[in-house]
């Protein structure tokens, strides 16, 4: 049970608790399938084509933070070097639909109709070969750290 400053009690589901504990063992708890699969599918593609990539955004925070956090779509850091046609050619072969290329971004959405998004930028560089690895669905996902 927590607190938070006003004085309201929080109580925790055990369903809650039970992804926690899952974030701090270094293992991803997605609740949402689609999004599960996504994220599974699109860091697999990424990893086949030889593009270093991390999971960066809404899941990243929490998968780093131990709190579960509610987010809308799968976000990944791709390395800056690698070629905007090359990340769309892999991505269309996995099976998703391109929804928009911009200055420093691809945006995809899943069969499901869950969106992704490829963020390249040379300031991701470093925190993606610094990311660690953690187990989501038995597959291993790089997942960048704190640092900068």
Do not use: W
């Amino acid at each position: 049970m927590d607190t938070s400053a006003a004085g309201d009690t929080i109580v925790l589901s055990s369903k809650l608790k039970s992804r926690e504990a899952a974030l701090r063992a270094g293992r991803v708890d997605v609740d949402d399938a689609a999004q599960l699969r996504a994220l599974v599918d699109t860091s697999g593609a990424l990893r086949a084509a030889g593009v270093p990539h991390a999971l960066i955004g809404g899941i990243a925070v929490g998968v780093r933070s131990g709190v579960a956090r509610a987010t809308v779509g799968v976000d990944l850091a791709v390395h800056s070097t690698a070629e905007v046609e090359v990340l769309i050619a892999t991505m269309r072969a996995a099976g998703f639909e391109h929804r928009g290329t911009f200055a420093h971004s691809i945006n995809f959405r899943s069969d499901s109709g869950e969106p992704v998004q490829l963020a390249f930028d040379p300031a991701f560089d470093l925190p993606i070969r610094r990311a660690s690895t953690v187990s989501v669905a038995a597959h291993a996902i790089p997942v960048v750290g704190t640092e900068t």
